[in-house]
């Protein structure tokens, strides 16, 4: 019981000292002080609250001999932690905050689903209940109820509906728990019900997932099925690969995946479509391998049979232009227009940067116009750097025409002026007010 106290006190005392302000730990020693009875053997009666301030009142005997100070209680500053919650723990409250926002299932409307089938049903009258529901909880429901029902077995056309409902639901783990009574049942499945399952599986970013069902359509035991994958299923997978953002690292590292994708799928026999070289040239792009792009734009018609379009050229003039490759945009730039495609935002923005950046800035200015009589608006980026290059290598008074002839043709708004306005300020600072007589 001594030794109890003893402890008790001893990391009540380190608590308090950790947690309390010093100036309340010296008003609280000075109280215990002027009220101290040396008859009592330190009998303090402490009155503390926590949050309610309801005061409530502890009696603690100690010992004259096991402690030689005053024990400074004080009441708390604040019971909770002040750190941050670790990674663990919000992940562990978005699962609970999920699981009690899910919404229950409406028994009035499951029994009228109920109620249109017949006694003896078929997979068409199930499917054609279940595509007619707008509560995909209900669908769900009526896929496990049939299930259980005698002599009845799913086939594509229930598994492809309930699919699609709880994808579009964005119901994943449901989706995911009929996926896996889909490949349980051997020699079922189509095409179309498997890209579908991939499409949504790459809108929840299951990626891995998303190959797992990939593989088991190219599985050997599916030989003799009709759903192995065609060219539908790997632009799906191209699409998903090259979501990832604009991280270039990232991009690399996908990279290799889709050019393992492409490669299995020449070797299958698919023939490549504009889609698919399109997604390896933009690939190629983002991962910074601008050589191995033009690669494929030169074997578009030689080896695939497939001509290129705008959003072929778009990427590879961004990227030639991003690795200051100007010349070779500009070449591949006029080959566009001649072809009669009209060069999208992409493609003029990263142009003009390039001309500008390069000191090439009465090109980049025509450029710029161009771009506009053309229907595509400058970024700010662009602005600011054709600005930017301007005033430093001509007047800053020419830099401020320029922008009001930004403004004058609506190309930046008032928001977009002023800080292109205060730019200019912090680089050269009140010369901009008194050359034009800015206030």
Request: charged share 20%; glycine share 4%.
């Amino acid at each position: 019981m001594f030794s109890m106290t003893r402890n008790f006190f001893k990391y009540r005392t380190s608590y308090f000292r950790r947690n309390i302000p010093s100036e309340t730990i010296l008003s609280t020693l000075s109280f215990c002080h002027k009220f101290h009875d040396p008859d009592e053997k330190y009998l303090l009666k402490i009155v503390f609250s926590h949050h309610t301030h309801k005061f409530y009142r502890t009696s603690f005997q100690i010992n004259s001999s096991c402690t030689q100070f005053p024990v400074p209680f004080a009441s708390f500053s604040s019971p909770y932690s002040t750190k941050a919650p670790s990674r663990s723990y919000r992940r562990r409250a978005r699962n609970r905050l999920l699981k009690s926002s899910k919404p229950t299932l409406d028994q009035a409307q499951f029994q009228l689903a109920l109620s249109q089938l017949p006694p003896r049903f078929t997979t068409e009258e199930l499917c054609t209940v279940i595509a007619r529901q707008d509560n995909p909880l209900v669908c769900l429901e009526l896929f496990h109820w049939a299930s259980q029902q005698p002599r009845f077995r799913h086939d594509v056309s229930t598994f492809h509906v309930t699919i699609k409902k709880l994808g579009t639901a964005k119901m994943f783990q449901e989706m995911d728990d009929i996926v896996n009574q889909l490949i349980a049942v051997p020699l079922i499945g189509s095409e179309a019900l498997f890209n579908t399952v991939i499409y949504y599986f790459t809108q929840a970013r299951k990626l891995t997932r998303a190959v797992n069902v990939f593989k088991h359509m190219k599985s050997k035991r599916n030989l003799i099925c009709c759903y192995r994958p065609s060219i539908r299923t790997y632009n799906i997978l191209f699409a998903a690969f090259l979501g990832r953002g604009s991280n270039s690292y990232i991009n690399h590292v996908y990279m290799e995946t889709i050019r393992c994708l492409f490669r299995q799928m020449v070797n299958d026999g698919i023939k490549p479509d504009i889609f698919s070289l399109n997604s390896m040239i933009k690939g190629y792009v983002l991962s910074l391998h601008v050589n191995d792009a033009l690669r494929i734009f030169h074997q578009m018609g030689v080896v695939y049979d497939c001509q290129p379009n705008a959003f072929t050229y778009d990427y590879l003039i961004h990227g030639l232009c991003a690795q200051g490759r100007t010349n070779n945009a500009k070449e591949l730039f006029n080959e566009m227009k001649t072809k009669g495609f009209v060069p999208g935002s992409k493609s003029y923005n990263s142009l003009v940067n390039s001309l500008a950046l390069g000191g090439e800035i009465g090109e980049a200015v025509n450029y710029l116009w161009e771009m506009t009589d053309k229907q595509r608006s400058p970024d700010f980026i662009t602005c600011r750097t054709v600005l930017d290059e301007i005033c430093r290598q001509r007047t800053i008074q020419e830099g401020m025409g320029f922008l009001q002839e930004l403004q004058e043709n609506d190309l930046v708004d008032g928001h977009a002026y002023r800080k292109l306005l205060y730019v200019l300020e912090d680089d050269y600072g009140n010369s901009v007010s008194r050359n034009n007589g800015i206030e």
